[in-house]
C-alpha cells in the first residue's frame, strides 16, 4: 500500500482554469504538507495541517487554497492557474507529537509529486 | 534564515566506488537532517532521518552523518551501484518541522 499517494500524477491545463490536487496518506499521520518544486529543482513548503488546522501558510498567492477535510487528507485546489504554477507539486505527512514528545523523530513521507503544466 | 547547501550538484563515478555526499546549513537550531533520493519524474523517498542528539546513522549501504554545531551533513555510499544513480536531496527540520532543502546533488554511476 502507498502511504502518501497524489492523485492525478500529471496535470496539463489552460491559464485560468481552476484545478484540484489530492491527497491522501495511510500511516496515520497527524500532520500533512504541501510542498512545490520549481524547475530549478527547490523544493519549498507551502502548507501545513495539523489535525485539520493549517499551521503553516508561507508566502503563497491565496489563489492557492487547501483543504483538509480529515487528517488523513489534504487536497489543494489552485484557483485562475498561471503559467508560473506550472511545477511539481508534493504532498507530504509526517507525526508530530506535542513539545516535549520525540518531534525530532518526525520523519517525513512523501508522495510522488503531480507535475502540473499550465498553458 | 535557514539555508541549506549541498556540494557537489552532480557527480558521476564508476561502479563500486564509495562516495560522500554533503550538505550544510547554517543554522544549528534543528530537530533533525533527513536524507532523501528522487528518481526522475518520481517522488521522494526517505533514506536516514538522523535526530539532533545523533552523530550517525546506517541502512545497508548508506551511512549518514551529523555534526550539528559546524552545520554539516555527509551521506557516505559505500559499494555504489547503478541502482544508485538519483538525485540525493537534504532536509533539515526545525521544530515547525517546515522541512528546508538542499538543490539536491545528481548521482551517476557508471557500470
Known amino acids: 500500500d502507498t502511504a502518501v499517494s497524489q492523485t492525478p500524477k500529471y496535470l496539463v491545463t489552460q491559464m485560468g482554469n481552476d484545478k484540484s490536487i489530492k491527497c491522501e496518506q495511510n500511516?496515520?499521520?497527524?500532520?500533512m504538507y504541501w510542498y512545490k518544486q520549481d524547475s530549478k529543482k527547490f523544493l519549498k513548503i507551502m502548507f501545513s495541517y495539523n489535525n485539520k488546522e493549517l499551521i503553516i501558510n508561507e508566502t503563497v498567492p491565496n489563489r492557492f487554497s487547501p483543504k483538509s477535510p480529515d487528517k488523513a487528507h489534504l487536497n489543494l485546489h489552485i484557483n485562475s492557474l498561471e503559467l508560473g504554477d506550472s511545477a511539481v507539486y508534493f504532498c507530504?505527512?509526517?507525526?508530530?507529537?506535542?513539545?516535549?514528545?520525540?518531534?525530532?523523530?518526525?520523519?517525513?513521507?512523501f508522495g510522488q509529486g503531480t507535475r502540473l503544466t499550465v498553458v | 534564515k535557514q539555508e541549506v547547501t549541498q556540494i557537489p550538484a552532480a557527480l558521476s563515478v564508476p561502479e563500486g566506488e564509495n562516495l560522500v555526499l554533503n550538505c550544510s546549513f547554517t543554522d544549528s537550531a534543528i530537530y533533525n537532517l533527513q536524507w532523501f533520493r528522487q528518481d526522475p519524474g518520481k517522488g521522494l523517498t526517505s533514506l536516514l532521518l538522523?535526530?539532533?542528539?545523533?552523530r550517525e546513522q546506517t541502512s545497508g549501504r548508506l551511512n549518514a552523518s551529523l555534526d550539528k554545531s559546524s552545520g554539516r551533513s555527509t551521506l557516505y555510499i559505500a559499494a555504489s551501484q547503478p541502482g544508485d544513480s538519483a538525485t540525493y536531496l537534504c532536509?533539515?527540520?526545525?521544530?515547525?518541522?517546515?522541512?528546508?532543502f538542499g538543490q539536491g546533488t545528481r548521482l551517476t554511476i557508471n557500470p
Open positions: 507530504a505527512s509526517s507525526q508530530l507529537h506535542p513539545p516535549g514528545w520525540d518531534r525530532w523523530e518526525a520523519e517525513a513521507f
Open positions: 538522523i535526530q539532533s542528539s545523533q
Open positions: 532536509a533539515v527540520a526545525p521544530y515547525d518541522q517546515k522541512l528546508v
Open positions: 500511516l496515520g499521520h497527524d500532520t
